[in-house]
């Protein structure tokens, strides 16, 4: 097997997909890394109705989608974990789970993955009620009655979801205003079984030996126990870039930070999608991040023939 490549993409989320759909057109020797499955958190998020020519999509079908487009280009996907990028001269090694190759351009888009609360019970009970997938796990919790944490756009579009399967929904936030859309909050309000609790800190999570039963949270310093047979945590996100950490690419909160190009300031290495830094971590601009680094490393290669 050949194991040089001009182009390496970390990732097979959306924006890693996104590249390798244009890279893959134009002709370029690549191979795409993805160690789980491909569509990243796409595959985490229920209905998407802010994307531009596709009315309303569920995320898991938007991704399998997207997959299936990249397979009819016959690119394929190598599942390999990468663990070390090395830079020699103007080309870079890259080791995986299985191999070693070199590459003369890297595009990393590793994406983000859900942050934790810390508080006592969490671990004890992920995956025995707590969860950060209403996608994937909120059937398992039909008719009964489940928490949502955290007030931004995921916690109100998930708690929405959850709604529609779940006995009672409640929302847990620390503070008293949002970070979503008003009409997604308002929405949300006009639901029946939902009840929203504001200016609550968690502070434990509780239950039996094996699966969680409630959740222990501080209101106007007070405790209060909410009686809950699921928990789904959205919080807000921790970039995948730890294994970047010896190139100098990253900013203080461990993001990539990239240019208009989005390369990095390593020449050769971009990234897209929401392991970047970055104002909209939205699908669209993964995508369009992906597509730009694409076409940066198109142009390089066909400005030398
Ligand atoms: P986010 O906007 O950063 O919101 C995180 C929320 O969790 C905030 O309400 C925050 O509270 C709360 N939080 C953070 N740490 C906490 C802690 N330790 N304990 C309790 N609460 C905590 O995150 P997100 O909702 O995951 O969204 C991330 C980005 O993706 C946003 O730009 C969003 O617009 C985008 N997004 C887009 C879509 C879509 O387009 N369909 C869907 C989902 C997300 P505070 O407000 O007090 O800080």
Known sequence: ?????????????VAGMSAAIYLKRAGINFII????MPGGQVNRTSDIENYPGIVSIKGPDLAMNMYKQILNLG?????ENVEKIIKKGKRFTVETSKDIYTCKNIIIATGRRPKKLDVPGEEKYLNH???FCAVCDGFFFKNKDVAVIGGGRAAIEEALYLSNICNKVTLIHRRDSFRADDNLIES????KNVEIIINAIVKEFIGDETTLTGIKLEINN?????PV???????????????????EILNNDNYIVIDRDSETKVPGIYAAGDCCKKQVYQIITAESEGIIAANMIITKENTKK
């Open 1 to 13: 097997m050949n194991k040089t490549y001009n182009t390496i993409i970390i990732g097979a989320g």
């Open 33 to 36: 890394f993805e160690k789980e």
């Open 75 to 79: 690119i394929v996907l190598s599942t």
């Open 129 to 131: 009620g707590i969860s």
């Open 188 to 191: 949300l309000k006009s639901r």
């Open 222 to 226: 007070e405790e209060q126990i909410i």
């Open 229 to 247: 047979a699921g928990c789904f945590t959205y919080i807000g996100q921790i970039p995948n870039t730890e294994i970047f950490k010896d190139i």
